[in-house]
Structure formats: C-alpha cells, structure tokens
C-alpha cells in the first residue's frame, strides 16, 4: 500500500455533537445546523486553519430539499471559506464512512491535502410529503393565470389525496422495515431474544462507563441548540435501567407477536452530527497537526437485500483483512455499528461459522470468534445513537483514539447499511 507521505491519508481526530433521541432537544435544529456545528466544533479542536480546508464531504441519508448540498451550507456556515468546495454523499448508514473514504481517496490521489469528512441526520423533522396525485395537482396550478382557474385543482379531487406519504425506514425493493429484516437474520443465525437483550444491556453499560469516565468529553462537543435553551453536553439515550427483567417484557417492534427486536435492542432514532479531519502525512507535519491513524484501506461490498440486508460487516471484515495480509488476531480494536443487537449477533455468529466464511464470503480467512474484550468498549449505536449519516465517522474517532488508549496497532472498523450494502476501514495508529 501507498507509503509516499505527500499521498498517505491519515486520520487527524473527529468530534461529534451530542446524539439525542429525535424529538428531544434538538427537534427544532436542521440537520444542517448539527452538520454546522460538528464541523466548527472540529477546526476548533484541530486548530486547523479554515482556509487550510480543500474539500469538504458530508455523507446524510434523509435530505431536507432547502439544504440538498448541505455539506456546503454546512461549510460555510462553519466558516469554511466559499472557495473551497463542499459535496455531500447518500450511502445510507455508512454515508460518512463513505465521506471518510472519499476525503481518504482524494489525498491518496494527490488531489487534496486536508478533507474534512462528517456526516449528519435529523429525523425529528423528516421530510413528509403530500400524495402524488395533489403533488401534481400543485404543480399544474404553478401554471395557472387567473383565479378562476384554480377551481380545476378540485376537479377529479379525492378526499385521500390529502393523505400524507411519511418517510419509512423500509428498503424500496422489498419493502422490508430494517427491524422486519433483523428480525428474519436473528431467526436465520439462531439469535435469541436474551441473547439480544444481554448485548443491548451490555452496550448501555459500556457506553455509560466511557462517559463516566470522562473518555467523551474530548470527543463530543457541548451545543445549545437555541438561544436561551441550555446548553446540551451528553448523548440523551444511554440507559442506567435496562435489566434483563426490564427488557424481557418489552414486546416485539416489528415483527409482532413473535419477533425478537425490540425497543431497547434497536438504535433508536437520532439527530446528530459528526467531523472528521483527513489530511496527507506531509500536510500534518507541515500544519503541526499530529495524526492519530493512517487510514490503511476501506472496501465496500453488497449482498442480497431480501436475505442479508445486514450482513455486510460480515462479509468486509474478512475481505479487508485478507487483502491487508491480516488475521482477526491482529486487530486490536473492533468498531462495529450496533443497528441491531440481532443483527450484530448474527455478524459475529457468520464470522465465526466456517460454511459462511468459505463459501458465502469465499475467502481464505478461518472462521473466528470476536474478542469481545477488543469490540465496542466504548458504547456502540444501540446505547449512543445512530444518527444514520453521522455514525461512520463516530465509530472512526473512537476507533482511532482507542488505538492510543489501548496501544493497539491495527482497528477495523464496520458497519451495515439499507440496500443490503456494507463498509470497512482499516487503521493502523500513528504515533510519529
Ligand atoms: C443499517 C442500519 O443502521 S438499519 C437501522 C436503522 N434504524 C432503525 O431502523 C431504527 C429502529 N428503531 C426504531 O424505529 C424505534 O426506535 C423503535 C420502533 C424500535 C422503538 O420506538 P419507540 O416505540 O418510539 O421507542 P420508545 O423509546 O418509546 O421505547 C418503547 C418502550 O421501550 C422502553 N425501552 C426502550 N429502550 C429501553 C432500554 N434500553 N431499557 C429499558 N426499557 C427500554 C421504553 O422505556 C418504552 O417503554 P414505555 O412504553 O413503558 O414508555
């Protein structure tokens, strides 16, 4: 791989804003305005100059129409200058890690010096639409020159026209919700619902312990989402009272009455935002600006979305490894994205399945069973949030910063998304 300092991507640090549950103290913030304050809140941190910035990419997965390009927006308003340009990027949940890969590509290409990479989500405030037929309607009546002519708009008019059309979280191909699908990849892996519940409880505690112990607070940086409103320091969604009893009478979200997800064993809808910096070795050393991680390697992959819509981890994780010349051993630090305590169940349980490995994922890899002391020690999606365009990059800082915490060398990093896609990224720390 690339070992020319002009061209080798390294991971500078990242930050977050709170993740809160939607509808909660940042129900009145565009996704813009979490988007804004993440990339602020990072050329705070970093210190590094604005006008340094080449590129901006912001990775969002529900857009809102006034901010269709809202890494631009959410550039300048951070104070980026307007010369440097700013595109944002839909991948589903890995949409910032996408960010991340392409800031990582455009330094690999000599192209860029320093990217930063976010990603942001709101889904306090998503998008709902008026049916298609009073759509067109509204859009015929643009045209209309007298109001006269504005009586056609009822001609024809049902009164389920006025029906609104809400955003689900479903794939379009199967229309499958993710909880529906998780539900069917728990059941095909064999993932109880205990099993589930422990993990769920399992990523509270962690996520709990790690801002307990003060680890968060280099890394999320404190808002006020308005004037006067105070000022938000935490993630809102880590819970001290899930007992296995607690959740064991929680009935099922999706699938009903038999299904195994459950409220607290899902992420639970979130708006945050996230930053990070990416910049070539050689522009760090010139800039002061220590790196935390080389950014080794990425790949994506996809797979069938009506049988194993997420299971990509499974499938990256291997794949980024084998062509690292890595083994599972060799990485001390795992950062999976948590959409689903079943789903992640059912990745690590692929993993270490010796049929799945060789003839699913066709790779020379042996079947492994995950280090759990190595994975998601910090919290994962299920107990911080998963704002959906945000999370790659969350899971990248933190994946980052735990190499040094742990004197660790290598961090993989995965995640699954809609579409039946999957990401990982290879780090290795950088202590020059
Ligand atoms: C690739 C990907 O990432 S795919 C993933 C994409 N993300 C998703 O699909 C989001 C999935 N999550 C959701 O849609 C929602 O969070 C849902 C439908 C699962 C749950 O939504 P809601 O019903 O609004 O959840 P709510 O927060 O009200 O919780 C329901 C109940 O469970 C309880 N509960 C939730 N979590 C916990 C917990 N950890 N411990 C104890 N109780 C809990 C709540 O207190 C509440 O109890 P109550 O009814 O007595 O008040």
Not at 142 to 156: A, T
Not at 184 to 210: N, P, T, V, Y
Request: glycine letters at 8%; a positive charge; one cysteine or more.
């Amino acid at each position: 791989m690339q070992t020319d300092p002009a061209t080798t991507p390294v991971f500078i640090d990242g930050v977050r804003t709170p993740f809160l549950k939607s509808g909660s103290d940042f129900k009145k913030m565009l996704a813009y305005d979490l988007a804004r304050v993440a990339i602020s809140g990072l050329l705070g941190k970093t210190g590094i100059s604005p006008e340094a910035v080449d590129h901006t990419i912001v990775g969002t997965v529900i857009q809102e129409v006034r901010t269709a390009n809202i890494a631009r927006e959410a550039a300048l308003a951070a104070g980026i200058p307007d010369s440097k340009p700013a595109h944002t990027v839909t991948m589903a949940c890995i949409s910032s890690n996408l960010a991340l890969a392409q800031a990582a590509d455009a330094i690999r290409l000599g192209r860029a010096s320093a990217v930063i990479a976010g990603g942001t989500e709101t889904m306090s405030d998503v998008p709902i639409r008026v049916s298609r037929r009073l759509r067109a309607k509204l859009l015929e009546a643009q045209k209309y020159k007298s109001p006269l002519e504005f009586l056609k708009i009822l001609k024809g008019f049902k009164f389920a026209d006025l029906k609104p059309e809400l955003p689900a979280i479903a794939e379009f191909s199967t229309n499958d919700t993710m909880g529906a699908s998780c539900d069917k990849l728990a059941a095909m892996f064999g993932i109880s619902r205990e099993d589930q519940d422990a993990f769920a409880i399992s990523s509270h505690k962690r996520a709990a312990a790690a801002w307990e112990s003060g680890y968060y607070n280099d890394e999320v940086i404190a808002m006020q989402p308005q004037p006067g409103r105070e000022v938000v320091h935490h993630d809102n969604g880590i819970r001290g009272d899930s007992s296995p009893d607690k959740l064991a009478k929680l009935r099922p979200a999706f699938v009903k009455p038999y299904g195994t997800v459950t409220a607290a064993n899902a992420s639970f809808l979130t708006d945050g935002a996230s930053a990070g910096l990416v910049m070539s070795l050689n522009k760090a050393r010139a800039s002061g600006l220590k790196p935390m991680a080389i950014i080794k390697d990425y790949i994506f992959v996809s797979q069938d979305p009506r049988h194993e819509l997420l299971l990509g981890p499974a499938y990256a994780t291997p794949r980024i490894l084998e062509r690292n010349g890595l083994k599972p051993d060799d990485i001390g630090v795992y950062e999976f994205h948590e959409a689903f305590a079943g789903q992640i169940l059912a990745n690590l349980k692929a993993l270490s399945t010796e049929s799945f490995m060789k003839d699913k994922v066709k790779t020379s890899i042996k079947p492994f069973d995950m280090p759990m002391d190595r994975f998601n020690l910090k919290g994962g999606s299920l107990s911080i949030g998963h704002p959906f365009g945000a999370t790659g990059v969350r899971l990248v800082t933190t994946a980052a910063r735990r190499l040094h915490e742990e004197n660790a060398r290598y961090a993989l990093i995965a995640a699954c998304a809609a579409g039946g896609q999957g990401h990982a990224m290879l780090l290795e720390r950088f202590d020059g």
